[in-house]
């Protein structure tokens, strides 16, 4: 069974891999520090939360995940 830290090695390894991703439309992120707020519509997405705490707010309701969340 595949824990966190090796599901974020394996993330780190393909972050930022582009269009070249052997399943199309996947899409890896990584970021190192924390972001900017940003605004903007996403299509339907599914995230998991391997390290740090990401925040959302959706119609002014605030979601915070961490790792091992989902989203």
Same mark, same amino acid.
């Given at each position: 069974m595949m824990t !966190? &830290? &090796?599901l974020k090695r394996l993330a780190l390894r393909h972050a930022g891999t582009g269009p070249d991703c052997i399943v199309? =439309? !996947?899409r890896v992120r990584a970021t190192t520090q924390p972001t900017a707020p940003m605004s903007g519509? +996403? +299509?339907p997405v599914f995230a998991l939360i391997l390290q =740090? @705490?990401?925040r959302s707010t959706v119609g002014g @309701?605030?979601?915070e995940y961490g790792p091992g &969340?989902?989203?």
């Open positions: !966190l &830290d &090796d199309p =439309g !996947l519509i +996403e +299509e =740090g @705490r990401k @309701r605030m979601y &969340d989902s989203v």
